[in-house]
């Protein structure tokens, strides 16, 4: 009797055991299975997150450095045109330029008013630089540029020869194709009206 109650109770735990076995296999399967799909996670993440900082890195140009500058400068200078710009640096035309851009330099740097008279209503022959007039400003003439919407061309169109305005202006500019330096119209008074006020572009400033 003792012997099948032995035999028995072997069984019995020899059963047991079997039974304590199959749930940790399935646990293991359960961990498994949750784990595989974080770990693939991860690696997309991370796969992602590189990819991000490689296209980042290809679009974001690195900035020149001061001698790259330099060099690039003197490369293009001894080119035909880089020939040509130095002597019209040189000559009394472009000195003449440089001249009546130094007068108005801390106007621009301000954004402080110039005033000057309206000399024409149109710009030099051949000028590609769209809708502007002729100002004198202190004595030397001056292009000045605008870039107007649609809603403000009537008022700049009323502006007449021997009108007296005040401009600001952000910028200034020059070209040897041009023998007056090209101020950037971003506000003008008349009368002490406003007649235009650049209009930002979108995105832009």
Same mark, same amino acid.
């Given at each position: 009797?003792?012997?099948?109650?032995?035999?028995?109770?072997?069984?019995?735990?020899?059963?047991?055991?079997?039974?304590? /076995? !199959?749930?940790?296999? @399935? #646990?293991?399967? $359960?961990?498994?299975? *949750?784990? &595989? %799909?974080?770990?693939?996670?991860? +690696?997309?993440?991370?796969?992602?997150?590189?990819?991000?900082?490689?296209?980042?890195?290809?679009?974001?140009?690195?900035?020149?450095?001061?001698?790259?500058?330099?060099?690039?400068?003197?490369?293009?200078?001894?080119?035909?045109?880089?020939?040509?710009?130095?002597?019209?640096?040189?000559?009394?035309?472009?000195?003449?330029?440089?001249?009546?851009?130094?007068?108005?330099?801390?106007? /621009? !740097?301000?954004?402080? @008013? #110039?005033?000057? $008279?309206?000399?024409? *209503?149109? &710009? %030099?022959?051949?000028?590609?630089? +769209?809708?502007?007039?002729?100002?004198?400003?202190?004595?030397?003439?001056?292009?000045?540029?605008?870039?107007?919407?649609?809603?403000?061309?009537?008022?700049?169109?009323?502006?007449?020869?021997?009108?007296?305005?005040?401009?600001?202006?952000?910028?200034?500019?020059?070209?040897?194709?041009?023998?007056?330096?090209?101020?950037?119209?971003?506000?003008?008074?008349?009368?002490?009206?406003? /007649?235009?006020?650049?209009?930002?572009?979108?995105?832009?400033?």
């Amino acid at each position: 009797m003792k012997n099948k109650s032995n035999a028995l109770n072997g069984s019995d735990l020899s059963g047991d055991s079997s039974m304590l /076995i !199959k749930p940790t296999k @399935n #646990m293991k399967k $359960v961990i498994y299975a *949750l784990i &595989l %799909p974080l770990v693939v996670v991860s +690696g997309l993440v991370f796969a992602n997150r590189e990819i991000k900082n490689e296209t980042s890195k290809k679009l974001t140009p690195k900035p020149l450095s001061a001698a790259e500058i330099k060099a690039g400068r003197e490369k293009w200078e001894a080119t035909p045109d880089g020939i040509l710009y130095k002597k019209w640096e040189a000559s009394p035309a472009g000195k003449k330029v440089y001249t009546a851009e130094a007068k108005i330099r801390k106007n /621009i !740097k301000d954004y402080t @008013n #110039m005033e000057g $008279v309206v000399t024409s *209503l149109s &710009l %030099p022959p051949g000028s590609l630089l +769209g809708f502007g007039v002729m100002v004198r400003i202190n004595g030397d003439d001056y292009i000045v540029k605008f870039e107007p919407e649609k809603s403000q061309l009537e008022q700049l169109h009323s502006l007449k020869v021997n009108d007296k305005i005040s401009i600001r202006s952000h910028g200034v500019s020059h070209a040897p194709k041009y023998s007056y330096p090209i101020v950037w119209g971003d506000y003008v008074e008349r009368d002490n009206k406003v /007649i235009f006020k650049r209009v930002p572009r979108k995105g832009g400033c």
